[in-house]
């Protein structure tokens, strides 16, 4: 190969320079400017001494020749001889080609500069700020409740990284959640699984991070990706949150995310939440309830006022909040033994609206013993459940209902899926019968013979679109409330759903409960977001063992039709071991969003329980 020339290095170098961008073209643009300047000085000197030496010499040469440079109309005002007017006339000439030329360049400069910004590549500097990385629909519902939990604090701050344009998020951002009042939304482009990426978000200085399960082909291999790149960055480590859309890919992602990081499971907290939802009317209401940070929520608090004494005699100690349980060091307990004595070191674990109302009450609130029932709680017997439709965790549905239901219980499965049919082995209370069934025709809905059910659910088919699957629910439980009204059939009903944006055409059908499992896991990263501390709280109350939420009917507590203080249904609730946090009323089953249910009611509100009402207790099965 031939020695590169002279000429060729020169113009190799020249092409390198004018290749580092706007900085470098300005900067030649400016020697070019004052080679023009130097070359009209000099030959002014040399030409035009007389003239030269009138208007200060070298110096005023040179100031001179700047000015028509940069600004080249100052050439019309200008007197003197022939040959000193052509000179300043060549530098204004060539001022009009370097000002245009430095006009481009900055335009471009700044042109680039903004499309920068618009994609949001500059690095964020703030501080105490959550951090949501990935996209998917839940990201509406973080934010949506991550702007309500700060919706009284000055300086919050959520930023987004995901691999979407800047100004597509924002808007969508705007669109689904609206104005987001105090808290500041900042949103970056990036790969959440490049490190190089992950610093533009300042994870040193972040409070929280929540890793989003992506829409699409194994979305859990994105997640698990996201969390080795948080794994191998240095500096500070915040609390992390991340959602893995199914269970066998939990254990890849504990190793990947190191103990640092807290795991939602989302296969298994949407099976729980419907398999306890189909056998307690309103509980998905309680649970959205709780998960939410518009109503009741879920705080742990230490108080040394209740030291010494028992779970029991602590049931009526907040006037504006309800004890449900007490966190210790060997972990969480929710409706303990009333006699469990309250140690210096437990939290108490309370439901209220705003942990500023959570105070002592200035006295007990006395119970009306005229108005307590004593009545022992029936164990239900052997049932039947039907679940029309299938998907990928019906499985872990049928699993989970085998540990509620009493020896005998039957399950049949009406679907036309190909994986309805098998893998129910091992089950030790529930027989198992699969029937090929087309759920959205009513005639194969009538020949299964829905009245001998006492419980409905319907899954959400995943051999569609989340769209097409919803509106096949939405046509089944249309059949099925058409068919109870003209049959005179009742069996509770509960159906799955992916949109949230569905629910309000769901409510036509009156079912029992909706779950809206999407919205489920993403108002849970919000809370463990906020307070990774409630992980334990909530994989309790989602946990066939141990107590659980249940809706009973009022008369067991209290005489319907007579006023009573929520105080008197709180201790009929503590004779029976179970620990009352609201009722729910049935003429407002159908009104949302709460559908009859109040949480966290004043202990001395007067309540009026008929005997259609519940009375919302944690309780042992």
């Avoid at 006037?319 to 210096?344: C, E, F, K, Y």
């Avoid at 009538?446 to 995943?462: M, N």
């Avoid at 977001?529 to 409630?534: S, Y």
């Amino acid at each position: 190969m031939s020695r590169a020339t002279f000429r060729e290095r020169l113009r190799y170098w020249f092409d390198n320079t004018m290749s580092r961008g706007t900085v470098a073209l300005i900067g030649w643009l400016a020697l070019v400017s004052l080679g023009l300047i130097l070359i009209v000085t000099l030959l002014s000197l040399w030409l035009t001494p007389a003239e030269a030496t009138k208007n200060h010499g070298v110096m005023g040469m040179m100031w001179m020749a700047l000015m028509r440079t940069l600004s080249p109309s100052k050439i019309a005002s200008d007197t003197g001889s022939a040959p000193f007017i052509a000179l300043l006339f060549v530098a204004s000439l060539g001022g009009i080609f370097i000002v245009s030329a430095l006009v481009g360049v900055l335009s471009n400069g700044l042109k680039s500069k903004f499309e920068q910004l618009r994609k949001g590549k500059s690095r964020i500097i703030e501080t105490g700020h959550i951090v949501i990385l990935g996209w998917s629909e839940q990201v509406f519902t973080i934010v949506t409740e991550l702007v309500q939990a700060h919706a009284s604090d000055r300086g919050s701050v959520i930023s987004i990284l995901a691999d979407k344009d800047k100004l597509a998020m924002e808007d969508d951002i705007r669109q689904h959640v609206g104005d987001t009042g105090r808290t500041k939304l900042v949103c970056r482009t990036g790969r959440p699984t490049e490190p190089a990426d992950l610093k533009l978000m300042n994870l040193d200085g972040a409070r929280s991070v929540v890793v989003l399960s992506p829409q699409g082909d194994d979305p859990d291999a994105h997640v698990i990706k996201t969390l080795l790149a948080l794994a191998k960055r240095s500096g500070d480590r915040p609390p992390v949150v991340a959602a893995i859309a199914a269970t066998a890919n939990m254990a890849a992602a504990r190793l990947a995310g190191g103990p640092d990081v807290h795991l939602v499971d989302s296969d298994d907290t949407a099976s729980r939440l419907i398999v306890q939802s189909s056998r307690q009317s309103g509980m998905s209401v309680v649970c959205m309830d709780l998960l939410n940070f518009t109503d009741g929520e879920i705080y742990l608090r230490s108080d040394p006022d209740l030291t010494g004494m028992t779970y029991g005699e602590a049931l009526p100690a907040y006037q504006t909040a309800t004890v449900i349980g007490l966190r210790r060091a060997s972990g969480v307990m929710l409706n303990p033994p009333m006699d469990t004595v309250i140690s210096p070191s437990d939290e108490i674990i309370v439901i209220a609206h705003d942990d500023s109302l959570i105070h002592l009450a200035a006295g007990t609130p006395g119970a009306e013993e005229d108005s307590i029932v004593s009545a022992e709680h029936v164990k239900p017997g052997t049932e039947r459940t039907l679940i029309l439709n299938w998907n990928s965790r019906g499985r872990q549905i049928v699993r989970y209902l085998d540990g509620y239901v009493a020896p005998g219980s039957v399950l049949d499965i009406a679907s036309d899926h190909p994986d309805a049919a098998f893998g129910f082995e091992g089950l030790g209370n529930l027989t198992v019968n699969a029937k090929d069934c087309d759920t959205s025709d009513r005639y194969a809905l009538e020949s299964l013979g829905l009245g001998v059910y006492q419980h409905v659910i319907v899954l959400s088919d995943d051999r569609y679109s989340t769209d097409h699957a919803d509106t096949r629910t939405l046509m089944t439980l249309l059949q099925l409330r058409d068919m109870q009204t003209s049959l005179g059939e009742r069996y509770s009903i509960v159906s799955e759903m992916h949109d949230e944006n569905n629910r309000s055409l769901a409510e036509v059908t009156q079912a029992d409960d909706i779950v809206i499992s999407d919205t489920v896991i993403g108002l849970l990263l919000a809370q463990l977001a906020e307070n990774q501390h409630l992980a334990e709280v909530f994989g309790y109350l989602f946990d066939s063992r141990g107590s659980e939420i249940y809706p009973r009917p009022a008369n067991l507590y209290v005489r319907p039709g007579a006023p009573v203080g929520f105080a008197s249904v709180i201790e009929a609730a503590r004779r029976r071991g179970e620990t009352a946090i609201g009722y729910r009323l049935a003429a407002r089953v159908n009104e949302a969003p709460h559908f009859g249910v109040v949480l966290n009611p004043g202990k001395s509100r007067a309540l009026d329980l008929g005997p259609d009402d519940s009375v919302i207790v944690l309780a042992e099965r």
